[in-house]
Nanobody, 127 residues
């Protein structure tokens, strides 16, 4: 089983920045498509950004394009989400997700495409 450890959430004011990290370990931990999802209070989970560690992507939700950047570390097993110009509507529980990568492909931004999930990290953006 691939284990995911997501971290980096916190509370910031509008316009601030946060950097989330998702570290994968276990089999194929450096051969994964990885993505970030978020779930605002009382709403459904939505895809935010995705990338594949062996190449592929990035993909972004329209709501975060130009503000968020997803990247892969040199070990190809850690993915970051740099979030700039944060807005109150970015508030939610952010989850890292991963799925084995066998070919270069565009990462999916729907939850059903991913087998493995982190525990979530809370992001709160105040006005």
């Amino acid at each position: 089983q691939v284990q995911l450890a997501d971290s980096g959430g916190g509370a910031v004011q509008a316009g601030g920045s946060l950097r989330l990290a998702c570290a994968a370990s276990g089999p194929t931990s450096n051969r994964l498509c990885m993505a970030w999802f978020r779930q605002p209070p009382g709403k459904e989970r939505e895809g935010v950004a995705g990338i594949c560690t062996l190449g592929g992507g990035p993909a972004y939700a329209d709501s975060v394009k130009g503000r968020f950047t997803i990247s892969v570390d040199t070990d190809q097993s850690t993915v970051y989400l740099q979030m700039n110009s944060l807005k109150p509507e970015d508030t939610g529980m952010y989850y890292c997700a991963a799925d084995p990568q066998f070919i270069t492909r565009v990462p999916a931004l729907y939850p059903g495409a991913y087998q493995y999930w982190g525990q979530g990290t809370q992001v709160t953006v105040s006005s």
